[in-house]
């Protein structure tokens, strides 16, 4: 715990390319003049106060960073993975990637045995998360190193203009790059907006992000869900985050105040870390949705969803925003939510009445949950004939493909055998079609609507 007793805070990716201020993570959007340690010359503070606040943190690693970056063996080390412009065309981005990743590791081994003990997740960061040039990996401190050995001027590298989150040693090798970072559309789940993009709106959610983050006593992460209900059940198939949730979120957080608009809290980053939670209860009336093939799943008195798995933070499971399933659905009395998986705590397994909007109180619908710390098909056994399949088993980013394969083989060989309506979601589209293949070879009928394919 740091001080005010709060968590210790990660500094966000802007503060690792110099682009926030590494104690307090003011961004230069905030603060014009950030001063780079002196020292290290690899991180940067908003003020002489953030930096005698950092130091005890930093002194240990900013002495290592400078060791290494002036012995003479490590260019050597790293300049291997530099890349010859000679040899780079066509331009490939996933080559300069892999460079950067192999001179990373290098590096890192490096400071490890300068400190003399593993790194930290944010020392980690510093090296992984530097900037460095997007067409030969080329990193400041190698040009620091290149020009102390060729007794030369320093030209540090340059930022998009734009988004300021991508690099470039020298003109020439922004030419091909600038091309890949802001023509062409991002392969990494985002395929209608550019690197660049993508990157402009990092920054803007993290400057609010900060903004929830400095309010005394609040809440660490943003949660919300509307409290509006609707009249009644509208299918999803057309909706997106800014037509489910744009109007309700702008009048509730009264984003058209003359102060909002001063504090630059733009809906945008607000929808983007609302949808962190609400991607659960949207996932799950999608999935409904897909899985049944009229509407009368919306109108039942009683439904009742089985979360499985440990990707659910135990303060989601605590949250209103499965309440979202029942403002979009108003003929269900009663939504019940079976928390299932090895990771949560050992409880006491009895119906917890979860507490309710005045507007669902009066009208006397329950929300009500139970969680079980076992696996699934454990749950199901135990059970035995009292077992009854639920409207809806939902695992999110379960990584069943990656990690705790066993457990999860037994999983999905019970909903498969009891065919119980199933969503998985995963990170990516890899995890996600090995995930369709342990379904499939376990005798599931995939339903195309779901892929695998992108969760809208
Ligand atoms: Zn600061
Ligand atoms: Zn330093
Ligand atoms: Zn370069
Ligand atoms: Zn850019
Ligand atoms: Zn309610």
Known sequence: MAEGGRMQRIPPHTAYVGQACFKCHKSVEESASLKTCTSCRRVRYCSV???KDDWKAHKAFCKALRLVESDPATYDTLSRFVLNYAEHHPYHADRVNKLGEGMGVNEAN??????????????????GWQARCMTCA??????RMEAARNNSDITPLSSCSDCHLSFYCKPEHWQDAQRIHADEPSED???????????????LDQLFRRSIEEIPEGPSTFQWAPDRQKDQWTSLADANWESEFGVVLSESLQLDTPEAVASSRSLGPMLHCASDGLSMPMTILYGLENLNSDDTWTTKATLTIHVLGPAVEPELMKAQLFEEIMHQLPKVQTLQIIFCGPDIPPNSENWMEMETCPRCRRAGRKRRQRLYSRTYHEYALRLGSAYEVPDLAVAFNSGCS??????WVGTIKHLVQRKVPTIFTAFNREEGEAEGKLFANAGATLVPALGPRKNP
Do not use: F, K, Y
């Open 138 to 143: 080329r990193t400041d401190s190698l040009i």
């Open 402 to 407: 990656q990690e705790a394969r066993d457990s």
């Open 189 to 203: 789940g985002h395929h209608t907006l550019t690197q660049c993009a993508i990157q402009r709106q990092m920054r």
């Open 110 to 127: 490096l400071l490890i045995r300068r400190l003399g003990r593993p790194m930290t997740t944010v020392e980690r960061n510093v090296v």
């Open 49 to 51: 106060q953030c930096q």
